[in-house]
Structure formats: C-alpha cells, structure tokens
C-alpha cells in the first residue's frame, strides 16, 4: 500500500484548500442556457441543451443519479467527455496517416434536428467536431422505455473513407473527490466493462452495493471491441485521474487505428476492425440504457431482457490445465460455432443446450478467448486466462520464490540476508533497492509478498528444502531486523539515509520523495497493515510445524514458537501506537485462524484476549454508518476485516451492508481480467 500518513496530510491540506467552484473553467457546454429534460418509461434525465450530452440519468421514480450532475458545472470545459459526445479516426482510401475527430475538444453549439416518433432529441455535430467528410447526427431515442443513444456518420465526400477508430465515452458518477464516505455512498457509483463484442456491456452500481442499478448494452450492431481510458485535463475541483477519481472510458467499437499506433505492442483483448464507407454510404451504432430494478444482483438478468447474450463462468475464467470449468450461456438465438483462439488453446464439451464444459489444452497458457458465433449474426468473445495445473503452479511458485528470488548476500548492510525478495520479472533481478524503499525491505504489501508467499505456500504443500530457508529467514531476519524485541513491525528495513549507513545507492534514482524514507521512519512500527503480514507468515510456518515437526531444522523454533509469535504479532498491532488498527485490514482473515487455533490448542488466555480486542473493533463497526476505513479516500480493504469478525460475533446488520459494499465493488462478468477484481483507485506498482 503506497498512500501514508504524510501522502494524507498533503492531500487532505490541498483538498481543503480549494474552492468547489471551477476557477479558470469555461462553460463550453452552454450549461447556462438550460437543459432539455426527456421522460421514458424508466428514465428521468436531461439533456443540456447546447451540446445535447447527457448530464443527469435517474430512474423513475428515483432521485439517484448514475451521472455527476451535482458536479457539472466542474466538467463543463473543452476536453472533458460527457455520455452523447464521439471520438473517432479516419483517413481517405486505405492507406496514410490517420485523423482524429473528437466532440469534446473545441465545444461549439450543435445543431438541433427535428424529432420524430421514439426520438427525444437530435443534433447534427458538424459544429463541434473538425471538417471533415464525416458528418455525424446523434439522435436521443426511447427504446421500449429505455434510454438510447445513437449515431449515424455518413461519408459526404467523393472518395472512400476508412473509419479506423470511433469511440463513444462513458461518463458516470465516479467522482469521490471532496465527498465524505456517507455521501460517497450516496451519490456515487462504480462501472466496470464486459469487454465481449456484441455480447459486451457497461455494468454500473452504486458504491453502497443497493437500490437500482444500471446496464449499457448495445443497441443494434455496436460491439464493444475494447475499452479505452480517456485523457482530460486535471482540474482540483474534481481530480481526474487521481485516487479520488479513475477517470473516464470509452466504448470503442472500431479500433484498428490505435492497434497500429499506440497499441503496436500489445494483444488487444479482441481483434481490432475498421470499417470503410464509400461515398454516400452511412452507418449506425449505437448503446441503450437500462435499469436493473433489483439491484446488482439483477444486473445479467437485465443484460438479457435487451437480447444482449449472457455468459456464466464456473468457477471463473481463470482455470487451471486439468480442471474443465463450466460455461452457461442464454440468449435469443442459437450457437452456429465456437472457436479458441490460440487455435486449440480450449476445447468444449456441449453438456446439454448452452451448457458446456471449457477444458484447456495440455499446452494452454495465458490468455486465451472463446469466439461464440450465434445464429442472428452476433459474436460473443468470453475471456480466460490459463494456468498451470493447481498443485504444479503452487509447486513452481515455492521453488521460484526459494531460488530466483533468494537474497543471500550477508554483507547486506541492513540485515535483509537470508530472505525472499521482491523481483523484477522483466530484469529478471532482484529488486535490491528502489525509491520506494518497502519494496526493497521486506514490509508493506510492496515489500512482503514474496516472503509472505512463500510461507503461505507451505501450509498447504509443504517442501523440506524451502522450509529449511524460510526457518532461516525467520531466525536471521523476520524475528530480529523486521520486527523489534516487543513484537512491533517495522515499515521497511531497507531506506534512504547516506548519513546512517554505508551503502551505494543508485544515482540514476530519484531519492528525493516522500517515499525514500530515511531509517528513522523505515523503522517506524506504527502501520497496522504490516502486522497482518508477519502474523500470517508466522501462522503459516505454525502450521507447518504442527502437522510436518520432523522437516524442521531449527529445533528452537517448534509450533507452541510459531502460535506464539502470531499471537503476540497480533496483539502488539493493536496498541495504541500503531495506526490504522481501528479499520478492517488486508488479510486479517488470518487473525481468525491464529484465534481457531489457539482456542483448539487449548490456549484459553491467549485465545480470549485477542477474542476481546477484535470485538472491541467489531463493536465500533456496527455502530458506524460506513465501517470500512482505510488510509486512503477510499478503497476496498478493509471489508475483509469488518465481515469476517461481525459474523463471528453475530452482527447481522453489519454482515448484510459489508456484503452489499463488496457487491457494489466486485463485477462478475465473462473476462478474466474484471471478474471478482476489487475496484482500487490506486496501488498499481
């Protein structure tokens, strides 16, 4: 975890600074000529009148808005998207340089159309996008009571042009700059993309995981061939792209343009398309809005009611070689094919109609895509990733972490010799030093994961050879230099002091960041994160210990050591001075195991004061309108904690709002990359 005490105090000081009026902003929407307010069946939202972009979208009979309405006056400037606006590249015939439009980044009035039937509202965007033989007309539909957006472009020209590039952006309440958590959870949702052709969608809940939520889905021909993060301009009012706001994305339906540039390097998860019109020649895309009345948990059903297909994974689409993983699909139509790519990378078993099972093959790995062809001409793509076998891969893990990342120079001037360090997979190297000195000191989740990995590995499939190391590095290294003689866990045994220690660091790095702390505040032993890690490596070698005494070499050190130093790890975390021990913490699942296991060993003193401390925390929880805290403005941590100890003392209310959170945040959908992945807005190394 890389925000602290320090990072906080400046953003909060900075936050604090700033007017919530944009300075320096200009209205290039014409917000202050008014809206267009349009009425369906399931949907109040207004339209403003100038641009025609969307900028509030309530259910009916609901005042929720899945868009920053309270917020546009601070997204009302050149550059910043809105739901309604386009961006696209083109070039004359198939060869050459290509051209980007885009409605956001020269606002000009557009041209209001006539209406008809079904049509709420339409514009021709000739003013505020670039000449050119394009022209593009938007049109603002009532679809069955739903809401739907689409455009027609039509070549004006005399040659052919080649659209390699049209994307329409996605803009949601997101926003959690200079909100409280209450209103945080209020007002905002979170939105995450099934990135599947014909088949894809947008999913949108509210952050607090209840009331109704919201799927975009396509409308006619409009796949949703990848998902592009957009670039606007940073204002401190909202704090695009900042660990208060992830910013935008872009539906993108054509995107062979940029898999020629700025993707070159990359696989792009579906294979890019271009679509050539010749003079005269139009075509249509478009997306459709639609409530899910019941919630997050209603969304695939809401997907399907649009005659979008739907797929089920199970368990998911991470699957290991060896283990055939089960596929549902429902749809209007009937599957003509299906089709891996790699060739032969998967192979499917139909158990019964739209019921398969998905077997990757003996030499799968990594990405790999299932094509589905149905009858009425849609392409569905369903996303997976392959494994090693299970206990292979768990294998592989224990013996990499044990050899290729084995730190064994003594001459280590602070002390991190014998250990698992953290590695440079693209160097393959050691990460020996690094401005962010947690990750070259072996503490912080950037730090611990590879000692951290390598004890946990052994819990379940134990290795004589790698527990003989890890008995070393906890003798040599956890017990003595990461932790102190009263149990405390230091921040980083690696830091930056030239005066305190001799040792050459690298020039070519900037040291001169808050995060190259000096060895005064790597040896800081007030972060409660940082005990969760060394408990959990402390348990896990308990384990090995108690069920495997006869492979351990350090006979000093037998399992009554081990529960012991979990125990005691725990309990010093929750003193007065360690910080942050009053939020839900990564990974304290394992402080309910060490408690398990006290209790069954019979250790009743010890059992019933760490009993006392968590439900001191849980009894906080369940007073608290939103329990899960964290460092950070917000985050996804410290839900674990806050459901794990409420049910073990039975309080329900707080047990049902937790699991709604972790809805709000979690998308299930057919790709493994969004599947069950926490939303963070920061964190990424």
């Given at each position: 975890m890389f925000g602290y005490d320090r990072v906080l105090v400046v953003i909060g000081f900075v936050f604090a600074s700033l007017q919530s009026s944009v300075v320096g902003q200009s209205d290039n929407l014409g917000i202050k000529n008014g809206y267009i307010t349009v009425k369906t069946a399931n949907f109040n939202a207004r339209i403003v009148r100038d641009a025609q972009v969307l900028a509030s979208l309530t259910p009916t009979g609901d005042t929720f808005d899945f868009l920053p309405s309270d917020l546009i006056s601070a997204r009302a400037g050149n550059g910043q998207y809105h739901w309604g606006d386009i961006t696209f590249r083109y070039r004359q015939g198939s060869s050459g340089a290509w051209i980007d439009g885009n409605s956001a980044s020269a606002r000009k009035p557009v041209t209001a159309l006539k209406t008809g039937t079904g049509t709420l509202a339409a514009s021709n965007l000739s003013p505020t996008i670039p000449k050119s033989p394009l022209n593009v007309t938007r049109e603002w539909l009532d679809v069955s009571g739903d809401l739907g957006l689409r455009f027609t472009i039509q070549n004006t020209g005399t040659s052919a042009v080649e659209i390699g590039s049209l994307g329409f952006p996605a803009e949601f309440n997101s926003i959690f700059t200079n909100r409280a958590a209450t209103d945080t959870q209020r007002l905002c949702s979170l939105y995450d993309p099934y990135v599947g052709m014909d088949a894809g969608y947008i999913r949108v809940s509210p952050v607090r995981g209840t009331g109704a939520a919201l799927v975009v889905t396509p409308l006619g021909e409009t796949p949703l061939e990848a998902y592009r993060n957009l670039d606007e301009p940073y204002y401190a009012a909202t704090g695009y792209g900042s660990q208060t706001f992830e910013g935008f994305y872009e539906w993108q339906v054509l995107t062979q343009a940029w898999a020629e540039k700025e993707w070159a390097r990359v696989k792009p998860w579906n294979t890019p398309s271009s679509r050539t019109l010749q003079p005269g020649q139009k075509l249509q895309y478009g997306v459709r809005f639609s409530v899910a009345k019941g919630g997050v948990r209603d969304l695939d059903a809401t997907v399907r009611k649009t005659g979008t297909p739907v797929a089920f994974g199970v368990p998911g689409?991470?699957?290991?070689?060896?283990?055939?993983?089960q596929l549902f699909l429902q749809a209007n139509s009937s599957v003509l094919s299906m089709k891996a790519e790699p060739a032969g990378a998967l192979v499917t078993r139909e158990l019964s109609e739209n019921s398969y099972t998905i077997t990757p093959s003996a030499t799968a790995w990594g990405r790999a895509s299932l094509i589905i062809r149905w009858a009425d001409g849609k392409i569905q793509t369903v996303h997976y990733y392959v494994t090693k076998p299970s206990t292979e891969a768990i294998a592989s893990l224990g013996k990499f972490l044990t050899t290729e990342q084995w730190f064994n120079d003594t001459s280590d001037p602070f002390g991190r010799a014998p250990s698992v360090m953290s590695y440079d997979y693209e160097a393959r190297a050691l990460v020996t030093q690094d401005p962010r000195v947690w990750i070259a000191g072996l503490s912080d989740e950037g730090g611990v994961g590879a000692y951290l990995a390598a004890t946990a590995k052994q819990a379940i499939q134990p290795n004589a050879a790698e527990v003989s190391k890890l008995e070393l590095f906890v003798d040599k290294v956890l017990w003595p230099t990461i932790q102190t003689s009263d149990f405390g866990v230091k921040k980083s045994i690696f830091y930056y002091d030239p005066a305190a220690v001799k040792y050459t660091y690298n020039a070519a790095f900037d040291w001169t960041s808050w995060t190259s702390w000096n060895q005064d505040d790597a040896y800081a032993v007030d972060r409660a994160y940082d005990y969760v890690h060394v408990a959990a490596a402390y348990w896990a070698m308990y384990r090995v210990a108690r069920a495997y005494p006869a492979i351990l070499t350090v006979k000093a050190h037998d399992w009554t050591w081990y529960i012991n130093q979990a125990y005691r790890t725990v309990m010093r975390g929750m003193q007065t001075d360690v910080g942050y021990n009053r939020?839900?913490?990564?990974?304290?699942?394992?402080?309910?195991?060490?408690?398990?296991?006290?209790?069954?060993?019979g250790l009743t003193t010890e059992a019933s004061a760490l009993t006392k401390s968590m439900q001191?925390?849980?009894?906080?929880?369940?007073?608290?309108?939103?329990?899960?805290?964290?460092?950070?403005?917000?985050?996804?941590?410290?839900?674990?904690?806050v459901y794990y100890w409420a049910k073990y003392f039975g309080l329900t209310?707080?047990?049902?709002?937790?699991?709604?959170?972790?809805?709000?945040?979690?998308?299930?959908?057919?790709?493994?990359?969004?599947n069950g992945n926490a939303r963070r807005y920061w964190d990424n190394m």
């Open positions: 689409y991470i699957i290991p070689r060896g283990s055939p993983s939020l839900g913490l990564m990974g304290e699942t394992v402080f309910g195991e060490i408690l398990a296991d006290l209790t069954r060993e001191s925390r849980a009894t906080q929880w369940d007073g608290e309108a939103v329990p899960y805290g964290s460092e950070m403005a917000w985050d996804s941590t410290g839900q674990e904690g209310n707080t047990v049902t709002k937790t699991v709604n959170s972790v809805l709000g945040y979690m998308p299930t959908v057919p790709h493994w990359g969004w």
